[in-house]
């Protein structure tokens, strides 16, 4: 596997527009949190199609297409056919505990075809960008860097540390992104906002880990974010994030002091060690977000900021979210 190191920061060519004036772009897992957000951004300025596996979805202004990672020919296919500018990654196995029990499969879709789609995004000429995660961290030395060791402790941050090395190896001008991210999402599986939302209006007792910390971005920030950082085509390792690091339970906090909800006290602080997780998880991962900053020319967002843009959404984005994969018969 190719050592990661800083991110080689040169300027790829960029590959000709479409007629309507803005790039293609192919999302791969739409249907998930990150994926279906960033077609929802995407579509402003570029074309999108949008692909899922198992649950159908209709995005307006969207060309939502079904597509297995796994099946080589099938994706080759479908990049030969639209011959995008740019794909963007997002599809992958991310039950912790799940990846745990079932390394093989976690490896399996999570590196191995993510290797694939690189090797065909390289071949075709598109820009390819990969979602990973701060997981490939152990918590021992946060904030982290780009250059700093990865030292994964369960099977999927394993797999999403295989991905990046595969990745970059066969497309070094490829852009991995590391990031923690939130939202409203279109699934049947609920995001961890929704999911503290959803046990506040219960008014019943929930464990909330305050061992844990992180810096998660809004999807839609994040969406936001790799769109431009492609419009300069970086590439490269490049680590998102929000300005500081909380626990889970500072999050869960202030989550519902943005949102003015008055039952918190039925949050109940928590050790992972206490929960009995199948799987081992990192206790800090915040990432440094001193690279992207610069690439961006801006500062990263406070998560109050994040919060704030997440109740904004509720009633508009979220709506729409919600009625992805309710259209289509």
């Not at 990046?164 to 001008?173: F, G, I, K």
């Not at 990192?282 to 843009?309: F, H, K, S, W």
Request: charged content about 20%; aromatic content about 8%.
């Amino acid at each position: 596997m190719a050592k990661l190191g800083r991110p080689i920061l040169t300027q790829r060519s960029q590959t000709a527009h479409r007629k309507n004036g803005g790039p293609t772009w192919i999302v791969l897992g739409a249907s998930g949190l990150l994926g279906s957000n960033f077609a929802l951004e995407a579509r402003k300025r570029a074309s999108v199609w949008a692909t899922f596996l198992k649950h159908p979805i209709q995005l307006s202004r969207c060309t939502p297409v079904a597509l297995n990672i796994c099946d080589t020919m099938s994706s080759e296919r479908l990049f030969q056919d639209i011959r995008p500018d740019w794909i963007l990654n997002c599809a992958a196995l991310t039950d912790v505990d799940y990846c745990e029990k079932h390394p093989g499969q976690a490896r399996e879709i999570n590196a191995i075809a993510a290797e694939g789609l690189a090797r065909i995004a390289r071949r075709i000429g598109a820009g390819f960008v990969h979602i990973s995660t701060d997981s490939v961290f152990d918590g021992a030395g946060a904030p982290y860097q780009e250059v700093d060791a990865a030292r994964p402790v369960n099977a999927y941050a394993q797999s999403k540390l295989e991905a990046e090395e595969r990745v970059l190896s066969v497309y070094p001008a490829a852009l991995v992104i590391r990031v923690n991210f939130f939202g409203w999402g279109a699934g049947p599986k609920p995001s961890y906002n929704e999911w503290l939302l959803t046990r506040l209006e219960r008014a019943e007792p929930f464990p909330v880990f305050s061992d844990v910390s992180f810096n998660p971005l809004l999807a839609n920030t994040v969406a936001e974010m790799i769109l431009d950082l492609t419009e300069q085509s970086q590439r490269g390792l490049v680590h998102l994030g929000c300005r500081e690091p909380c626990t889970k339970l500072e999050f869960a906090y202030s989550l519902a002091e943005v949102f003015g909800t008055a039952t918190t006290h039925f949050i109940r602080p928590a050790t992972v060690d206490a929960v009995g997780l199948v799987a081992r998880r990192p206790r800090r991962t915040n990432l440094d977000t001193q690279l992207a900053e610069r690439l961006l020319g801006r500062p990263m967002p406070t998560l109050r900021e994040e919060l704030v843009r997440l109740l904004n959404l509720r009633s508009t984005l979220r709506h729409e979210l919600l009625n992805i994969m309710t259209k289509v018969t």
